[in-house]
């Protein structure tokens, strides 16, 4: 807990640190057969989930019962998450690793120290040779992803590179192409060296989420994206990274569908593990789980006291920080009662870690959901009179503001759920601007938040294009996000120009886009993986920290003609009102028009109000936009250019987005 929180739990807390001399604990690592089994996973990332805060990911691996995890950002944030899972976890290990992009696809790299690997060297027996002389573990990833799938799976390469120990296993999903793979190498007896793991990419925001996670009525699946269908099971290994290698390569790992409980892998080892009773062990550490419970008496705050009630007594850690734990003990009813919620840190809402450690050591762990006192936005706004910042909160606030945009700062008293801040005229509104915001309440408790505004209006079309505003994406500070393998080749080469309008029946957008060299050799889902736009439309800008209220097209030119593929849905949005209709569904051609230019293409597209509910066209509303345009020149690599500006993650978070204001 913070100290500056001045809670008398705090001190406690603080006193009853045991952080170098943990009790003794049982050891509660799962045997079957004689030998030692672990389980975890090779392929997740985290910190592009845009979670500053590890807690939901270590409840997620207590959930699933995973002894360790291997992280494929290769950033400080990783590195970060370690040190706070195992702090609040000893026993856990969390393995750094770097996701390497290739044109022929994607390669699991765990303590990998190899660099100056070219990412369009085409020959990718000898990328992974090289890596695999390294240190580590080295894995080719997701076969099915459709550039190694022609290359690699479909031509046989796949087992080539297995059998030539070109490298130490391939990560295998629920894919069916893949699972027939690893069939027809258990029919020939071959060698199957095979890794999973749950590669997060979101979590979700969903509705009437719980504030203790997790537990039998809200399990990771569904929230932690594709978290809960597989996981791996490693066979006889210590619970670190050469043990866990060894054990790869020597073909104990083994996959489970956690769903329908299917293991894949060798014949042997799933042999040995079904014979052994792995599911009916993995029922009893189920039971374990769930039979210890946590309540909270009030939703969390910070800076308000809070009531845990766990199901039985026991020791407890909790923050200190959310590096440092703290240990307490429970009374005899199981409860502790914590006087003042920290401040852990600056988000409209965090988890607090909490790991329970009882008679005979077993630990559970849950993250509880802790919202910040102070949750404000910033939003551009367009009028007649001048341009404003309008400051939003989602409760009323009662404290001082503070702007700065620039050399430009304000002061203000605020009172209520919003106020607006003229802006003077002089700052140049044509491009993002980047703003600092300082938010603080009579109590003391404060709130810092940096982003940036964006003052592009969509005038009411009359006919002429050239008479809509233009926005000019044309330079390396653009560029960012998924791919980003190669340096900016400057703006002959890729770059665009973007416009938007609006009538009353359709919302309007055009992109002329210099590309000479044109690659778009998919339909459907994949075009992204090729020279394609991405247009990510939050309707009603209701700018949330995850996808659940927007809608993404992604547009191209296929060899079938143009297509609009409509990849999320504002599901979250449902109501006896309005049904969002599916994801991942093709619209066709019918509101997509393409012209050749010179270098490149013209997309014009003319959406229907009706496919953006519940939108509603009127002056002076505000829409949430991102905007990606893929770049794929033949060889595999895709590169991207991003408006209003690349940032980490930008497309998984609304808040981050820019926001277009429909004009007269």
């Known amino acids: 807990m913070m100290k500056t929180a001045k809670s008398a739990v705090f001190e406690m807390l603080v006193l009853m640190t045991t952080l170098l001399c943990w009790p003794a604990t049982a050891d509660e690592s799962l045997k079957i057969g004689g030998h030692r089994i672990l389980i975890g996973g090779f392929h997740d990332h985290w910190s592009r ?17 995973y002894d360790f995890i291997c992280l494929m950002d290769g950033d400080e944030r990783d590195k970060w998450t370690k040190k706070c899972i195992e702090a609040y976890s000893p026993d856990r290990r969390v393995f750094l690793g770097k996701e390497l992009m290739f044109g022929w696809g994607h390669v699991v790299t765990v303590g990998n120290k190899i660099t100056g690997l070219s990412a369009d060297d085409p020959d990718y027996r000898s990328v992974l040779s090289r890596l695999h002389q390294g240190e580590g573990l080295v894995a080719l990833a997701h076969p099915k992803f459709p550039v190694t799938y022609e290359k690699i799976l479909l031509s046989g390469e796949l087992d080539r590179l297995i059998d030539d120990d070109c490298m130490d296993a391939v990560q295998i999903g629920l894919e069916p192409e893949e699972l027939s793979w690893v069939g027809r190498r258990n029919e020939k007896g071959k060698m199957i060296r095979i890794v999973s793991g749950w590669d997060v990419h979101t979590v979700k925001d969903l509705k009437n989420l719980p504030p203790v996670l997790y537990g039998p009525g809200r399990s990771p699946t569904g929230h932690l994206d594709t978290a809960g269908r597989i996981r791996s099971i490693v066979i006889g290994a210590e619970n670190e990274l050469l043990s866990i290698k060894r054990a790869v390569r020597d073909e104990r790992s083994v996959l489970e569908n956690i769903e329908t409980g299917e293991l894949i892998g060798a014949k042997k080892w799933v042999k040995f593990l079904e014979s052994n009773g792995y599911h009916e062990e993995i029922r009893r550490l189920d039971r374990l789980r769930d039979g210890l419970s946590l309540a909270v008496n009030s939703e969390p705050v910070a800076g308000r006291p809070l009531t845990l009630t766990f199901s039985r007594a026991g020791t407890v850690r909790l923050p200190g920080t959310l590096e440092r734990p703290a240990e307490v003990r429970t009374d005899n009813q199981g409860i502790v009662n914590i006087e003042q919620m920290p401040v852990l840190l600056e988000r409209d809402e965090t988890f607090m870690p909490v790991v329970h450690t009882g008679t005979g050591g ?7 959901r802790v919202n910040h006192p102070i949750q404000l936005d910033v939003l551009p706004l367009v009028r007649s009179e001048g341009k404003g910042a309008e400051i939003k909160s989602e409760t009323p606030f009662e404290g001082k503001i503070e702007l700065s945009i620039g050399s430009f700062s304000t002061e203000a008293e605020m009172r209520g759920e919003k106020m607006i801040l003229p802006l003077p005229a002089e700052i140049v509104f044509d491009r993002p601007i980047d703003y600092r915001l300082k938010a603080s309440q009579p109590d003391g408790i404060t709130r810092h938040q940096q982003s940036y505004l964006t003052f592009f209006s969509a005038p009411y079309f009359k006919g ?8 000019r994406i044309g330079a390396a500070d653009f560029t960012g996000g998924y791919g980003a393998n190669r340096p900016y080749p400057g703006p002959d080469l890729y770059s665009g120009e973007i416009r938007f309008a609006w009538t009353a029946r359709e919302f309007l957008f055009r992109a002329s886009i210099t590309d000479p060299v044109h690659c778009q050799p998919f339909t459907g889902h994949h075009v992204y993986q090729a020279d394609a736009l991405q247009l990510a439309i939050d309707p009603l800008c209701r700018r949330r920290n995850s996808t659940g209220t927007v809608y993404v097209f992604n547009l191209a030119m296929t060899a079938g003609g143009p297509e609009v593929w409509r990849w999320l849905s504002p599901l979250e949005e449902a109501s006896g009102d ?12 019918k ?3 393409m012209e050749k230019r010179q270098n490149g293409l013209i997309y014009t597209l003319k959406m229907p109000w009706q496919e953006l509910s519940p939108a509603r066209p009127a002056a002076g509303q505000r829409i949430g936009i991102y905007f990606i345009m893929k770049n794929n020149n033949g060889d595999g690599l895709i590169d991207s250019l991003q408006w209003p500006k690349p940032v980490d993650g930008v497309w998984l978070v609304p808040r981050r987005w820019g926001v277009l204001t429909l004009a007269n």
């Open 578 to 589: 309005f049904t969002p209709p599916d994801p991942d569904v093709s619209l066709g051609s």
């Open 49 to 65: 989930t845009q979670q500053d805060n590890p807690s939901l990911l270590l409840a997620a691996m207590d959930y699933y019962h």
């Open 362 to 368: 077993h630990e559970r762990v849950w993250a509880v």
């Open 591 to 593: 509101y997509l028009s």
């Open 464 to 471: 002429d294009w050239t008479d809509v505003p233009s926005m």
